[in-house]
């Protein structure tokens, strides 16, 4: 919203301040700044001339004039123009030598086109006053010569652009600008909107309302006789200008002034294009409507119009239909004010995308009193300014509205500042407003009455302040206030005029706690274990493709195909929310490697989302205007998902580096199961490790992932086909397991161990196994034999070839024995790795080599 302070300063007796320090109070008041604009301080030497004599100039290629204007000096001016949209006797702007034009640009005397040229005479858009650039702009006739231009058109002014927020479309006009300003330094509001209307003597053109809940006032004025041909004075096209609107023709024109000043949109009919009675009311299926945009629109029965006989000839609150425009030729007119539903406005206007000024107004709610006095306003402009006849008589048509009670103890405002608020300072703020206060509590707005307008006002929220004790007072918010709905409401009122600097700045204090739970420990643990472990975390979108179960190859009968699709998603191509964390990390490892990126490894903690089998299909939707019962609540639990908690790593390229060192390692399967171990030794578990067959995974280069019996995820080589079809590097390795089930099974506190300060034993063994033998069973065994006087156990050595036998691997294991109270002797060792060798030999067939 554009402010020129001068049309400002016409409703409010502001002190002498500069437009800084009235956006300053604007601002401290709620009202968001955007920008501050002057005009006209740079410009001088600009005066009314007459164009004496005019001299058509030859042999160019554009029409040139030479003429002589009387600028009231003792010589007449002689200047070369290109306009011809003027004549001899006219009274046109002139910057003389030396002047200067908006934006610094300044005006000599030169020789152009053969003649001497001082000065030059003026458009509009060289004015500073619009874009228009057709031709001079020609003045009133008698405008005395040689008056300075700036102080007649009022070009030094400056315009404070306000972002106006959904809940105060008040501020989308002068009117309720200059109310906030006359609040903020305390002076007094002269209110265009009070005015005198006429005694109704009867309908003007005839009108219903068909749907109380599309419209609930409806007002026709009428004049007849207009001149279509009479201009908008100079004084409303500067201000239409400055306020951001191209001025079109003189009734367009003061329903744009009209609704710039009051806030309330209207919209002028040509009475002769009118057939029968206007009707308000929803669209019927099929119908279409010519809009003023040439644009042939079709219409939904959510659509509000108005109609006549013809059919729809306008979509209310958005924009006219063509049919019924006024023209060059209109001499009657019918005008129109009315007060529609703001939330069928906002959604008829994205609902085809055509967003006006006037739809801005009505979707943040119009004050539902101003119709009878806008329409007023604009039939007597129509007859002062464009000689019609204003007819007698107003068509107003109404749905009885009860105004919106709110019941709230005086205190309540205080306590939401945390500043104590007397009740007169209270009062006093909300009849700044324009509320009315008594005092008391209206029982019918403790228990939560209803206006027709459906509006819950106070209720339940209401009834529950009462019980503080404080002096209850019910409270009328004006109409031009719909925002005012509930007791928080006014409390941001009393607050935000008392000043929001005024509130101390107090530090909550710290609530006592236990800190993080074990689960949000082990997630940090475990991200900063993979991180150390050479891992980069990436957060992606949880949201994937039906495409993507084809591309991990999942079968048919997989659990992960049964996914929740949004109602909304962001995405048409992404509509399901993901059942695994490996499309989101294989989109990431692809864009990488694409940007040329060849050694990554990555990895991402977040839930999944897995419906459950028993659950309904749609969440309920509840209200807002009540605390949902237990059984809305267990209901909203049964729609949710099952989300575990799951992470997962994506492996290509090396990852051990290269360089002047030496050669590096390529990543594999091996990597992949290593970060599953990285991530079970955070959560204090041990994994067994063993082959399985599970997509997207390598059918033989897949491992399941174990705590006991409780499988907790897989790792390895992904499929070559899944490589293929999301274009990975080749031998792309992956895991994924889940935290959920590895909080389950974690252990207790752990106890620190006593250690023992006798020395190690440490026996080497080589075992041969069949080469399909897990390495971890092997060392199960050895774990059980060995007993406990076994302290660690690790491979260091795998061997395949002649010597071992086709078929087999030697797998050699170093062992350390610790005794915590003694040292132990070489018989005491070589029995206890005897007993773990005969262990390995019963149960996975292992022999010792040599």
């Known amino acids: 919203m554009r402010v020129p302070l001068s049309w400002l300063r016409e409703y409010v007796d502001l002190p002498a301040v500069t437009a800084h320090e009235v956006a300053d109070k604007l601002t401290a008041a709620g009202l968001k700044l955007e920008s501050i604009t002057s005009h006209g301080h740079d410009v001088k030497n600009v005066v009314v001339g007459e164009v004496l004599e005019i001299e058509e100039l030859t042999g160019f290629k554009k029409p040139i004039r030479h003429c002589r204007v009387e600028v009231g000096e003792a010589t007449p001016r002689e200047i070369v123009c290109g306009a011809t949209n003027f004549a001899a006797g006219d009274r046109v702007p002139v910057v003389l030598p030396g002047g200067v034009l908006p934006g610094g640009f300044e005006v000599g005397a030169r020789k152009t086109y053969g003649r001497m040229s001082e000065g030059m005479i003026c458009s509009e858009r060289e004015l500073g006053l619009g874009d228009d650039h057709n031709g001079i702009m020609v003045l009133p006739a008698g405008t005395p010569i040689g008056t300075d231009v700036v102080e007649l058109l009022g070009l030094r002014d400056d315009v404070i652009e306000l972002e106006i927020t959904p809940d105060i479309g008040y501020a989308l006009s002068i009117r309720g600008v200059a109310r906030e300003a006359a609040t903020a330094f305390g002076v007094d509001f002269r209110d265009p909107a009070d005015v005198e209307l006429p005694a109704e003597t009867g309908p003007s053109w005839p009108a219903s309302i068909a749907d109380p809940t599309a419209c609930d006032r409806f007002v026709l004025r009428e004049v007849r006789g207009f001149d279509p041909a009479a201009e908008s004075p100079l004084w409303m096209r500067v201000r239409l200008a400055r306020a951001g609107m191209r001025p079109v023709s003189l009734a367009v024109d003061i329903t744009n002034y009209l609704m710039l000043e009051l806030g309330q949109p209207l919209h002028a009919f040509d009475r002769a294009k009118l057939t029968g009675e206007i009707v308000v009311r929803r669209a019927a299926a099929g119908e279409r409507l010519e809009t003023l945009d040439h644009v042939v629109r079709e219409l939904d029965p959510d659509d509000i119009l108005i109609t006549d006989q013809s059919g729809p000839i306008s979509m209310a609150g958005t924009m006219g239909g063509l049919e019924t425009e006024i023209s060059d030729g209109s001499t009657d007119i019918v005008i129109e004010a009315a007060h529609f539903s703001a939330t069928g406005i906002s959604r008829e206007s994205r609902r085809h995308g055509l967003v006006s000024e006037a739809s801005k107004r009505f979707e943040r709610g119009v004050d539902r009193e101003l119709p009878l006095v806008a329409s007023w306003r604009a039939v007597q402009l129509l007859a002062e300014l464009g000689g019609a006849t204003v007819q007698p008589g107003v068509t107003h048509a109404e749905v009885e509205v009860s105004p919106a009670r709110i019941a709230i103890p005086a205190g309540h405002p205080g306590r939401v500042a945390g500043v104590a608020y007397s009740k007169d300072t209270v009062v006093a703020r909300l009849e700044q407003v324009g509320c009315v206060v008594t005092d008391g509590d209206d029982p019918a707005v403790r228990k939560g009455g209803v206006a027709p307008t459906g509006v819950v006002t106070g209720g339940a929220?209401?009834?529950?302040?009462?019980?503080?004790?404080?002096?209850?007072?019910?409270?009328?918010?004006?109409?031009?206030?719909?925002?005012?709905?509930?007791?928080?409401?006014?409390?941001?009122?009393?607050?935000?005029?008392?000043?929001?600097?005024?509130?101390?700045?107090?530090?909550?204090?710290?609530?006592?706690?236990?800190?993080?739970?074990?689960?949000?420990?082990?997630?940090?643990?475990?991200?900063?274990?993979?991180?150390?472990?050479?891992?980069?975390?990436?957060?992606?979108?949880?949201?994937?493709?039906?495409?993507?179960?084809?591309?991990?190859?999942?079968?048919?009968?997989?659990?992960?195909?049964?996914?929740?699709?949004?109602?909304?998603?962001?995405?048409?191509?992404?509509?399901?929310?993901?059942?695994?964390?490996?499309?989101?990390?294989?989109?990431?490892?692809?864009?990488?490697?694409?940007?040329?990126?060849?050694?990554?490894?990555?990895?991402?903690?977040?839930?999944?989302?897995?419906?459950?089998?028993?659950?309904?299909?749609?969440?309920?939707?509840?209200?807002?205007?009540?605390?949902?019962?237990?059984?809305?609540?267990?209901?909203?639990?049964?729609?949710?998902?099952?989300?575990?908690?799951?992470?997962?790593?994506?492996?290509?390229?090396?990852?051990?580096?290269?360089?002047?060192?030496?050669?590096?390692?390529?990543?594999?399967?091996?990597?992949?199961?290593?970060?599953?171990?990285?991530?079970?030794?955070?959560?204090?578990?041990?994994?067994?490790?063993?082959?399985?067959?599970?997509?997207?995974?390598?059918?033989?280069?897949?491992?399941?992932?174990?705590?006991?019996?409780?499988?907790?995820?897989?790792?390895?080589?992904?499929?070559?086909?899944?490589?293929?079809?999301?274009?990975?590097?080749?031998?792309?390795?992956?895991?994924?397991?889940?935290?959920?089930?590895?909080?389950?099974?974690?252990?207790?506190?752990?106890?620190?161990?006593?250690?023992?300060?006798?020395?190690?034993?440490?026996?080497?063994?080589?075992?041969?196994?069949?080469?399909?033998?897990?390495?971890?069973?092997v060392e199960a065994a050895l774990r059980d034999g060995a007993g406990e006087l076994l302290e660690s156990i690790r491979l260091f050595d795998v061997y395949a070839g002649e010597q071992v036998g086709e078929g087999n691997k030697s797998l050699a294991y170093s062992m350390r024995f610790r005794a915590a109270d003694r040292t132990l002797t070489v018989e005491e060792t070589t029995a206890a790795r005897d007993a773990a060798v005969a262990m390995a030999a019963d149960r996975v067939g292992a022999q010792l080599r040599g």
Not at 623 to 637: H, K, Q, Y
């Open 461 to 777: 929220l209401a009834a529950r302040l009462a019980v503080t004790g404080d002096d209850m007072i019910t409270v009328t918010p004006p109409s031009w206030r719909p925002d005012l709905t509930d007791p928080n409401d006014l409390a941001e009122e009393v607050i935000r005029l008392e000043g929001y600097e005024s509130l101390p700045s107090v530090l909550p204090s710290a609530p006592a706690g236990a800190g993080l739970t074990e689960a949000q420990r082990l997630r940090r643990r475990v991200g900063r274990a993979l991180a150390e472990g050479g891992h980069v975390e990436v957060l992606s979108y949880p949201f994937i493709s039906a495409d993507d179960f084809d591309r991990l190859q999942l079968p048919a009968e997989d659990a992960r195909r049964h996914a929740m699709r949004l109602a909304n998603p962001l995405s048409e191509d992404e509509p399901l929310m993901r059942t695994t964390l490996l499309p989101g990390l294989l989109k990431t490892l692809v864009r990488n490697v694409g940007r040329g990126f060849t050694d990554v490894a990555l990895f991402e903690t977040g839930p999944v989302y897995r419906p459950r089998e028993d659950a309904p299909g749609v969440a309920p939707v509840l209200g807002v205007e009540r605390r949902p019962t237990a059984e809305e609540l267990a209901s909203i639990e049964a729609a949710l998902p099952d989300q575990p908690l799951r992470v997962a790593v994506v492996l290509a390229g090396e990852f051990e580096r290269s360089g002047w060192w030496g050669g590096g390692r390529a990543a594999s399967w091996a990597d992949a199961v290593q970060a599953a171990r990285l991530v079970a030794a955070e959560a204090g578990v041990e994994l067994s490790i063993s082959a399985d067959q599970h997509e997207p995974w390598h059918p033989g280069r897949c491992a399941a992932l174990y705590v006991g019996d409780t499988l907790v995820g897989h790792a390895g080589e992904l499929h070559p086909r899944a490589i293929e079809a999301y274009g990975l590097p080749a031998r792309t390795s992956a895991m994924e397991l889940e935290l959920s089930r590895l909080e389950a099974v974690m252990p207790g506190p752990v106890e620190t161990p006593a250690v023992s300060a006798y020395p190690v034993a440490t026996q080497d063994v080589a075992l041969i196994v069949p080469d399909f033998t897990p390495v971890a069973d």
